[in-house]
């Protein structure tokens, strides 16, 4: 299904799926260790990169631009990617240079990239999209053919990287003989939910097992939930060749976990990451996937992963990484939040 598509093999795979702590209720826990896709500190954007720099290297480009928050696990693997591939990156930032570059921005650093602060304000996505398209216009005026990228890679080519996940997973599961009934990861920009869905919807075609999928969202107004997901699903679907489709109703997206909004902590995302610190030794940040795991454990509480009749049934929780953010200021829980 993705052997026809171009791709740059940039991150480590597999990823390992180890097994954690009993959830409450009962369920065992499967963590897909997306944390460690390797390129520049690993986390989920290493997939979406492969199909969306094998697209750039097809096009001939020579510099790759893309944009996020100050804080962003994308802008600092695409600038990893670029030092891979030998292309000049961009980053299109939220926010002021600040006087010392911590976390995500230093990792950037590091890799080469050049930053372009917008002053935006951290969640104010459209605002960030324009400053990325001047940049673009820019650059491609001084002739360097660049390969743009919207806010978390999440185009239809980007999402490639998480259907090929889907596939990747059920393969592990039945390496394991199990047949996990739910696959909880967090949300943002909406292509590795996308991509999921599209893997589910193509593997279930094929008369395989497949999980529901359940995206715990963390940010407002991107592609969050339907129709914009199923439709990006269903554009994914398109590339790989797929004859089926993703319906609106597939498409669940719990905010419960995500609090006021976009990178603000919530006492439910400390109090996991602190418990994924010392049950597993597993490194979450507080704008993703600590409140995605707060919802893995929230819904545990509720009895949604209860399966009457089954001794124990199998839940995945996809850890898509972010741990560069625990070293910027105010990005780990302290001794005086709530629970440490
Ligand atoms: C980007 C990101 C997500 C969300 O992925 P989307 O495809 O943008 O929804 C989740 N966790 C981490 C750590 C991320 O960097």
């Keep these: 299904m993705f052997d026809h598509l171009d791709r740059m093999p940039l991150a480590t795979l597999p990823t390992p799926l180890e097994q954690g702590p009993p959830l409450e209720g009962g369920a065992r826990l499967w963590v897909k260790r997306d944390d460690l896709t390797g390129l520049g500190g690993g986390g989920n954007k290493a997939r979406k990169l492969e199909f969306l720099c094998g697209d750039a290297m097809a096009t001939g480009a020579r510099a790759l631009v893309t ?3 100050a804080q962003s696990n994308h802008c600092r693997m695409t600038a990893a990617a670029g030092a891979r591939l030998g292309l000049e990156v961009h980053l299109v930032l939220s926010g002021d240079r600040p006087a010392e570059a911590t976390g995500n921005q230093l990792l950037s650093t590091l890799f080469g990239a050049q930053f372009h602060f917008t002053g935006a304000e951290e969640s104010h996505w459209g ?3 324009i400053a990325r398209e001047a940049v673009t216009g820019q650059l491609t005026a001084e002739g360097l053919a660049p390969y743009s990228i919207p806010v978390g890679g999440s185009t239809d080519v980007g999402a490639l990287g998480y259907a090929a996940a889907f596939v990747e997973m059920l393969d592990q599961f039945d390496e394991r003989s199990i047949s996990p009934t739910h696959l909880v990861f967090t ?3 909406g292509g590795t939910h996308a991509g999921l869905l599209a893997g589910r919807a193509a593997a279930a075609h094929q008369g395989r097992n497949v999980p529901e999928v359940i995206a715990i969202g963390v940010a407002k107004g991107v592609n969050v939930g339907r129709p914009d997901v199923a439709e990006l699903a269903n554009r994914t679907l398109a590339l790989m060749g797929a004859t089926t489709v993703v319906a609106d109703e597939d498409v669940h997206v719990d905010t419960r976990w995500m609090g006021t909004d976009y990178a603000v902590p919530t006492p439910e995302g400390d109090a996991a990451i602190l418990w994924a610190a010392r049950t597993g030794g597993w490194l979450l940040d507080r704008t993703y996937s600590g409140k995605g795991c707060a919802g ?7 009895g949604r992963f209860a399966a009457p009749g089954h001794a124990a049934n199998d839940v995945v929780f996809l850890h898509t990484g972010g741990w560069p953010a625990l070293f910027a ?12």
Excluded: I
């Design 127 to 129: 605002e960030l999209e």
């Design 296 to 302: 893995l454990l929230g819904l545990a509480a509720e």
């Design 329 to 340: 200021p105010g990005g780990a829980p302290r001794r005086s939040d709530s629970g440490v």
């Design 67 to 69: 944009v996020g928050a």
């Design 187 to 189: 949300s943002s920009s």
